[in-house]
């Protein structure tokens, strides 16, 4: 493999799994709101928040991490700024202490103290954080990425601006040269010492939330309930693993999680369907660790023809990324890996995002179910044709038509979801 496109792959890697802690929404906030008052250099007096309509469906139904159960923006930009270590970036919820949850709460009584609006101009992923104290104010922006500073502003003067501040442009010049063959290349080649470190932390942190999820009493429990449904062996325990570390983040675990894609759960989907798929069917600790590189890299693949936060639900490239791994894992052409996403997309490519809460588990659960099935339709040579819907001539042609719908068709879908769960639509269909 050519050395620029397997440091490529290595570089996305290190870039895109990176641990968080809880739904990374809030902690987009939090970290802007964090940062906005690093540069302050005080305690804000009042703050503001301007963010995307996607960044408010997101927060607007999960609990924010280690805030007492409270749910929205303005919990997440308070807790952020009052902890106020920019640093910590997506964890820096963690270590959120008694104190600053009740300041939090009196702070939140009042109304004035934490406004938040919509930006309607901007893309998916963007949030503006303003702070005031005294005649001194401080705004920061991300944009396009959870921690990707595009501004920095001290008293209504830039201090730092420019299209990234941080190495977000970098990596999507990288992506540039992602392809289906690619990765699979790069998955049988791969000197495993050169991602280890990524894929362990992986595994580690999404197959303990997934443990922590199916004892039950997070969210709705879909999980558990697979569990004693269906039992806690075979290919349910493969769904059930992903959907309870989904049941857990979702209700406001404190448990840190390694996200893929920019979304925790695209990173449990990917990780505990494939590590539980390996341990069922007894493949040693290098195939698994091979069959995470195909999950991780395909979802991120299809994902970059998405674009971020879109109405397009990122279990379902996610479940597609696992269904290839499963047939990796599985010893099959490179011809059946490809057909195995191919007929995850042709299959639930549709499910839309109306935000992240508890039903994602759900979602996942049905996304991996999809993953099955489309693996053992590949393995036993059986697939959606070309000119089927969105399943085009080739792997590479289905990956563009279903990110394009996503990206662009599914636009529209994503404005009407949000008015819709803000309550500024009439849903009588006879009138």
């Known amino acids: 493999m050519d050395a620029k496109v397997y440091d490529a792959y290595v570089q996305i890697l290190g870039a895109e799994l990176l641990k968080a802690l809880g739904c990374t929404e809030p902690g987009a906030v939090a970290f802007t709101a964090a940062k906005a008052v690093d540069v302050l250099g005080k305690k804000p007096e009042r703050m503001e928040v301007n963010s995307s309509g996607n960044i408010i469906k997101n927060v607007k139904g999960v609990i924010v991490p280690n805030s007492g159960g409270l749910r929205g923006i303005a919990p997440a ?11 910590l970036e997506l964890e820096i919820l963690e270590g959120v202490t008694d104190a600053e949850r009740a300041e939090a709460k009196e702070l939140l009584a009042n109304p004035d103290y934490c406004k938040s609006t919509v930006e309607e101009g901007e893309g998916n992923l963007y949030v503006e954080v303003t702070v005031w104290a005294g005649d001194d104010s401080a705004k920061v922006i991300i944009r396009n990425n959870h921690t990707n500073i595009v501004l920095i502003e001290k008293n209504g003067e830039a201090v730092q601006s420019g299209a990234a501040l941080s190495e977000g442009a970098d990596i999507a010049e990288l992506k540039k040269l992602m392809s289906l063959e690619g990765i699979i290349e790069f998955a049988k080649t791969c000197n495993l010492d050169d991602v280890k470190v990524y894929l362990d932390q992986q595994i580690e942190c999404n197959n303990a939330i997934g443990e922590e999820g199916l004892k039950g009493g997070y969210g709705a429990d879909v999980g558990k309930t697979l569990i004693e449904t269906y039992g806690d062996s075979g290919l349910n325990r493969v769904k059930a693993l992903a959907a309870g570390g989904s049941d857990a983040r979702m209700a406001g675990s404190v448990m840190p999680v390694v996200i893929n894609s920019g979304s925790g759960n695209q990173g449990i989907t990917i990780a ?6 390996a341990r069922q069917n007894g493949f040693d600790e290098e195939t698994m660790y091979r069959g995470l590189l195909i999950g991780n890299l395909i979802s991120i693949h299809i994902k970059k023809h998405i ?3 879109s109405a397009f ?107 819709v769960m803000l309550g500024d639509r009439d849903l009588d269909p006879y009138k």
């Open 272 to 277: 505990n369907s494939i590590t539980e798929f």
């Open 307 to 309: 674009g971020p936060l």
């Open 77 to 87: 930009a308070i807790l952020g700024a009052l902890v106020a270590k920019p640093e």
């Open 313 to 419: 639900c990122g279990a379902v490239s996610a479940g597609a990324g696992a269904s290839a791994a499963f047939t990796f894992m599985s010893g099959g052409t490179d011809e059946q890996i490809g057909q195995s996403l191919v007929n995850v997309l042709g299959d639930c490519g549709g499910m839309v995002c109306d935000g992240a809460k508890s039903s994602c588990a759900a979602k996942i659960a049905s996304s991996i179910d999809a993953a099955i099935m489309g693996h053992k339709m590949a393995m036993a040579g059986r697939g959606f044709e070309p000119g089927e819907g969105l399943v085009m001539d080739n792997f590479e042609e289905t990956i563009r038509s279903i990110g394009y719908v996503g990206r662009v068709g599914m636009k529209e879908t994503d404005v009407e979801i949000l008015h």
